[in-house]
């Protein structure tokens, strides 16, 4: 889970700031003028590129709201870093610490990130997160997500994922991957439309990724292609509270269509094999892809979403997005429906708070609701 939503705050350093100023000065004034000057000039230089620091470091926070998690307070501690300081034809590692607040009760607290090794031979990422959400549950399916009946619970989620890739030819890796959740849902308002199903799950896999992978920049691609397909397996005999698997394969693209315009396109299939449990489907909605849809809203065994995308620079550091998409959810392949397809559009502004790392803001429009969005990087 990397969802943490930040807007234009820079608050890493503030005091340090502060104290120095208040330190070469015994005047109010003459301090808060020092002050906001640094506060500026941070914002200014924040976007250039430094290729002397071993690790580049910034901490970036503020306010933000959705949908399904109202107002709330977010922060981020990020790193870039290069393993191979003399290759610069290669993306930057990078290492973030994250955590969030908000006014409904929901929190999280997180660290992610990717190493790249020298000549891209090997790749390690790896997400470790702890979250509580107030969340909503409609039920499983296209059909109970339409509904306007739900019940308020609250969903507590660990979770732990850790992909190591070997590089087998040029852009292609090959790699294993493990994945565990806890998933555990209290409160329920109307615990009756669980039904029989466990409130508390497990799933505790491993499995196999195959990529490719020749993006210009990970966070913020401009040109090249991106493609992984992924099986995990999880048994009981490890620890699981079901014998299931799933498989999961993603295409995404990116081209320059013009000067300052990129236009990407993101395909991505979930699909659960097995006995499955009501909190390890798979969800449409988020600030990823669908949005505009409260997270699992939509929920089944299998989903297929798409969504194209066009970026344009605007001016200095400022540019904007539209988007649109459509995704489906559904049981088995014989139980598609195509009139059951989602449809999503939406605008974004784009503020470029590190040289080619962005803070976002997206509004997206889904069918009968929809939501805002404060984000870092782009969506996909």
Not at 28 to 33: A, D, F, I, L, Q
Not at 51 to 71: A, E
Not at 129 to 142: E, L, N
Not at 202 to 225: E, M, Q, W
Request: hydrophobic letters at 35%.
């Amino acid at each position: 889970m990397r969802k943490i939503y930040v807007f234009l705050l820079i608050i890493g350093n503030c005091g340090m700031l502060y104290a120095q100023d208040a330190s070469q000065t015994d005047t109010t004034t003459v301090e808060k003028k020092s002050f906001f000057k640094r506060f500026i000039e941070y914002f200014e230089k924040s976007n250039e590129v430094n290729n002397d620091k071993r690790f580049d470091f910034s901490i970036i926070g503020g306010p933000h709201y959705s949908g399904d998690t109202k107002l709330g307070l977010g922060m981020v501690a990020s790193g870039l870093y290069r393993i191979d300081r003399s290759d610069l034809s290669i993306s930057p590692s990078n290492v973030s610490l994250y955590g969030d607040i908000t006014t409904t009760g929901a929190y999280v607290i997180g660290i992610s990130g990717n190493a790249l090794f020298p000549k891209m031979a090997y790749r390690i990422d790896a997400d470790i997160y702890f979250a509580h959400r107030p969340s909503r549950y409609w039920g499983v399916g296209y059909d109970a997500g339409r509904k306007d009946y739900d019940s308020d619970y609250d969903n507590q989620v660990m979770g732990l994922k850790f992909d190591f890739l070997k590089k087998m030819a040029p852009n292609t890796y090959l790699g294993i991957t493990t994945n565990v959740r806890n998933v555990e849902g209290k409160n329920f308002d109307d615990i009756s439309l669980l039904g029989d199903a466990k409130r508390s799950t497990t799933a505790v896999g491993a499995g196999l990724i195959l990529s490719y992978d020749s993006r210009d920049f990970i966070p913020n691609p401009y040109k090249g292609i991106y493609a992984k397909a992924e099986q995990v397996f999880y048994p009981k005999f490890v620890g699981s509270s079901y014998n299931s698997s799933t498989t999961e394969l993603v295409f995404r693209a990116y081209k320059q269509v013009w000067e300052g315009g990129i236009l990407a396109f993101d395909l991505q299939g979930i699909f659960n094999w097995g006995d499955v449990a009501w909190n390890m489907m798979a969800e449409a909605g988020g600030s990823y892809q669908m949005r505009g849809y409260y997270r699992g809203r939509y929920r089944d065994k299998n989903l297929i979403q798409s969504q194209v995308e066009l970026r344009q620079h605007v001016y200095k550091r400022s540019s904007a997005v539209v988007w649109a998409g459509a995704g489906n959810v559904f049981s088995k392949f014989s139980k598609f429906e195509l009139d059951q397809t989602l449809p999503t559009f939406g605008i974004g502004y784009r503020w470029e708070f590190k040289k080619r790392v962005n803070v976002r803001l997206d509004y997206g429009i889904g069918k009968g609701e929809s939501a805002f969005y404060f984000n870092i990087n782009e969506a996909f």
